[in-house]
């Protein structure tokens, strides 16, 4: 088993942060918008370095996708930075119609995504973005696991020609992707190796993956964990070959049931490898103000729930 | 330079062809499209003058356009193809299966001279302002324009667009209203008032001129003006006084033709009062 290091917790924010800066010296074509919460979203260091190229658009999210989608023509690569429910939720027809629709190189970058975003409670914590984002056609969906990845994340959609959708969080989490760990969209990473269940988590939940693989070892029972970065184009070929092997999976993801990650990887098994399914996931809910641990393990997202699942559908297997 | 009366025969052909289109598909949205007709062919033919063989989707070094309110599209694709985008004949194919002529603007269709989709309402100010700013930051001096219909300002959206252009001095824009004063559902009064649109815009900080949209050698007057007074720290929009339905009797200044098509007899009673100048497709 491979003992995961967490190299020292940190927010993925910041990852995308320090990555956008590092973007902002190597192109000139980077841009980046933001709708007053350049603290939040960690954009302060390209704000600063690059004031020609930073476009703070006050809180007018609409206004800010259509600025994206404008400024794509003429060259540009922009990144727009909001909370994600105002990323998505809050802008779903502008990215319909003038990302999506128009395919334009606009990468929709949403941090305090998931209910971990805490004591702001419902209002802001959103849980249903990955299912409005992946039914679009043309966009890309990634939701990335701790700092390390996140910034690599950041970094290969600049080289993606297209629409990106990048989900990360508020939180400090443990930070265990190694650093030169190469970032490709649409490639799934197998952190863990085992015979008798597969795991499959995105975001903050790769590591409570990990964690329950530790305490399912002890009761003889050897997970396998993929950590699902792009949520589409899904990864439907490491999936397939870790479930022909397991003959049973366990998806965990920081977002509601309906429209997430596990409900990809439920249509990919269902019509190409049938097996025993659960899914770690909001079930049908809005959240609540609380701190993000508490809140995770009331919304049933946290390590014992994955051991439970883990257990429920290998009796079903 | 292409005169005013050259520039009224080709308008003549553009709304033979708006009739044509609308009544080939038995669909589409024929008042505003007539409405709109004479600006889009002062802008194209003797105004913006791109190289339809050079069309790019970036418009490096071009003047570039944006249709905001997308429904009018059978008025843009015919400017486009009698400017020489691409085939007056491609006009027959407007709102068919497998055309590149969606009923509102696409891009991934490949259009020549599209650059945006558009048709949901109230997102086009906002992309032109943004192909603007990349002008800008490209040191490309031309001009990007970009038309909005009056009942689409009811967005919310616009009115974000038009507090950051002239917030953040977004000065090679021209913007166009084309206030015909009729929607889908009534007279523009009715339905929602504007209230005072000129008071509106300049309060929000922008050079607001107007023109009547059916005068071409005020058009062109008025373009010429409005880009004289460009790169002096503020956008400029024109109100511009349009007509629904204009050049056609039964459908001048009636909300009812906003988007219904004329079937064929009420085809040919309209196409009679249009003179053939360039050929029909």
């Known amino acids: 088993m491979i003992d995961f290091t967490n190299l020292g917790s940190k927010d993925t924010r910041s990852g995308f942060g320090e990555a956008l800066l590092e973007l902002g010296r190597k192109d000139e074509n980077i841009v980046a918008l933001c709708a007053d919460l350049t603290g939040s979203l960690k954009m302060n260091a390209f704000a600063k370095e690059f004031p020609e190229r930073f476009f703070e658009v006050g809180i007018a999210e609409a206004n800010m996708i259509g600025l994206a989608a404008g400024l794509t023509i003429g060259g540009k690569i922009p990144f727009t930075g909001t909370f994600a429910n105002f990323s998505t939720a809050r802008v779903y027809d502008q990215i319909r119609q003038s990302v999506a629709y128009s395919n334009k190189n606009v990468k929709i970058c949403a941090s305090h995504a998931g209910i971990t975003l805490g004591e702001d409670g419902a209002t802001h914590q959103s849980l249903e973005d990955i299912g409005m984002m992946k039914m679009l056609p043309n966009m890309t969906v990634i939701s990335p696991c701790d700092f390390n990845q996140t910034k690599a994340a950041t970094l290969a959609i600049a080289r993606h020609i297209g629409p990106v959708y990048l989900r990360f969080g508020r939180p400090k989490v443990p930070n265990f992707t190694p650093p030169d760990q190469e970032f490709v969209i649409g490639k799934a990473v197998l952190l863990e190796e085992g015979n008798d269940v597969t795991i499959i988590a995105t975001g903050h939940l790769v590591w409570k993956a990990l964690e329950a693989t530790r305490i399912l070892a002890g009761k003889g029972i050897r997970a396998e964990v993929i950590n699902i970065h792009t949520i589409k184009p899904l990864d439907d070929e490491a999936i397939l070959v870790s479930v022909k092997k397991t003959g049973c999976v366990v998806s965990a993801e920081e977002h509601m049931r309906n429209g997430g990650l596990g409900d990809s990887i439920a249509q990919l098994l269902v019509r190409q490898f049938p097996v025993p399914m659960e899914m770690v996931a909001v079930d049908d809910t809005f959240g609540e103000s609380g701190k993000p641990e508490e809140l995770l393990t009331k919304y049933g997202l946290d390590t014992p729930e994955l051991v439970e699942a883990v257990q429920r559908v290998i009796r079903r297997n | ?281």
Request: charged share 20%.
């Open chain 2, 1 to 281: 330079m292409v005169s005013s009366t050259d520039l009224t025969k080709i308008a003549s052909q553009v709304r033979r062809d708006i009739i044509r289109m609308v009544n080939g598909a038995s669909s589409g949205h024929p008042g505003g499209s007539l409405g709109a007709t004479d600006f889009l062919v002062a802008l194209y033919f003797a105004v913006m003058k791109p190289d339809p063989n050079k069309f790019s989707l970036d418009g490096t070094d071009e003047d570039i356009f944006f249709l905001s309110n997308g429904h009018i599209s059978p008025a843009w694709y015919s400017v486009l193809a009698r400017y020489g985008y691409f085939q007056p004949a491609e006009l027959e194919t407007f709102r068919k299966l497998d055309s590149r002529l969606q009923g509102h603007p696409s891009v991934m269709d490949g259009t020549p001279g599209v650059r945006m989709a558009s048709g949901s309402l109230g997102q086009g100010l906002s992309v032109a302002l943004g192909a603007a700013i990349a002008k800008k930051l490209n040191g490309d001096t031309r001009t990007v324009y970009c038309l909005v219909g009056d009942g689409e300002l009811q967005e919310g959206q616009n009115w974000e667009a038009l507090m950051y252009g002239a917030a953040k001095g977004v000065d090679n824009i021209i913007a166009t209203v084309d206030f015909n004063q009729k929607q889908i559902d009534g007279p523009l009064e009715e339905v929602l008032s504007l209230g005072d649109l000129r008071a509106k815009l300049e309060s929000f900080g922008w050079l607001v001129l107007e023109m009547n949209g059916h005068d071409m050698a005020e058009i062109l007057d008025q373009l010429t003006f409005a880009k004289q007074q460009l790169n002096q720290g503020r956008p400029v929009i024109i109100i511009m006084h349009t007509i629904m339905g204009f050049g056609v009797d039964f459908m001048h200044d009636n909300h009812e033709w906003h988007g219904v098509p004329p079937n064929d007899e009420e085809a040919e009673r309209a196409l009679a009062q249009l003179e053939e100048t360039m050929g029909d497709y």
